[in-house]
């Protein structure tokens, strides 16, 4: 006779992390001075000047340590301001993934990268956030990008960062604490939350014993937590003349 111990993981649902991610780089690019690079300094602008000169900046987030198969719960990118000029009322900022490489320590006005334009929001942005004139130095703001985060860690859109464009029309500069600053919680973050997709799977019972040319039917209960697929079971470590089969062999759902 076999006695036959089957070993299942116990029940289990899917974790949830928080991952803060502090920006790798940042810089911006001013019109006015179309061949200077900011990379180095503490701060990047945005906005509008009130010669009408355009300020962009442009940040990027490493991802790794999230992997693809992930479930986004939310991801906030987070702000400080340092200072601003030449709001009579407010500016509203846009944020736009950005679809070139690019160099913190080389960018300029003239070889910014470009931006991709295809988000969900007006002018193919991803977000927009306002900054009013009454906001004083320390405010740190706080912007969704979940869905862009998604297609990063997805694989759907290349990484390459996102840019701060101003509100053509709207006369303004915003200037934000950079990765370079001393301080580290004004510097530019993303704080992401999300969830591993588990599978668990249970047998009833689990021990049996099996006569030599006798067979025994069991009950296989597969439990997915935030888990949407295909499941296909299998066994190991069965003697030598055993055999199985599953009824039925695979399924889907979640």
Request: aromatic fraction near 14%.
């Amino acid at each position: 006779s076999l006695i036959a111990p089957f070993l299942v993981a116990p029940s289990a649902e899917a974790a949830t992390y928080v991952k803060t991610i502090y920006a790798s780089k940042d810089t911006f690019a001013f019109e006015g001075y179309p061949n200077n690079n900011y990379g180095g300094w503490s701060m990047f602008y945005a906005g509008i000047h009130q010669n009408g000169y355009r300020y962009r900046a442009y940040i990027y987030f490493p991802l790794s340590g999230i992997p693809s198969n992930a479930i986004i719960v939310s991801a906030y990118l987070k702000l400080t301001l340092k200072t601003k000029y030449y709001l009579t009322t407010q500016q509203r900022l846009w944020v736009m993934a950005v679809k070139d490489p690019w160099s913190e320590s080389t960018l300029t006005w003239n070889n910014q990268p470009s931006r991709s334009y295809d988000g969900p929001g007006s002018y193919g942005s991803y977000a927009n956030f306002i900054v009013q004139s009454s906001d004083t130095a320390g405010k740190t703001y706080t912007i969704s990008l979940k869905t862009l985060v998604e297609k990063w860690v997805s694989g759907a859109k290349a990484n390459r960062g996102i840019a701060l464009l101003g509100t053509s029309g709207l006369t303004g500069v915003v200037v934000f604490y950079s990765s370079e600053e001393a301080t580290k919680n004004y510097r530019p973050k993303l704080v992401v939350t999300y969830k591993v997709p588990l599978i668990h799977v249970s047998v009833t019972p689990s021990t049996v014993k099996v006569n030599q040319g006798g067979s025994v039917t069991l009950q296989v209960k597969v439990t997915p937590s935030d888990y949407t697929g295909s499941v296909t079971l299998g066994i190991s470590g069965l003697p030598s003349g055993a055999s199985y089969s599953f009824n039925p062999p695979s399924g889907s759902g979640s």
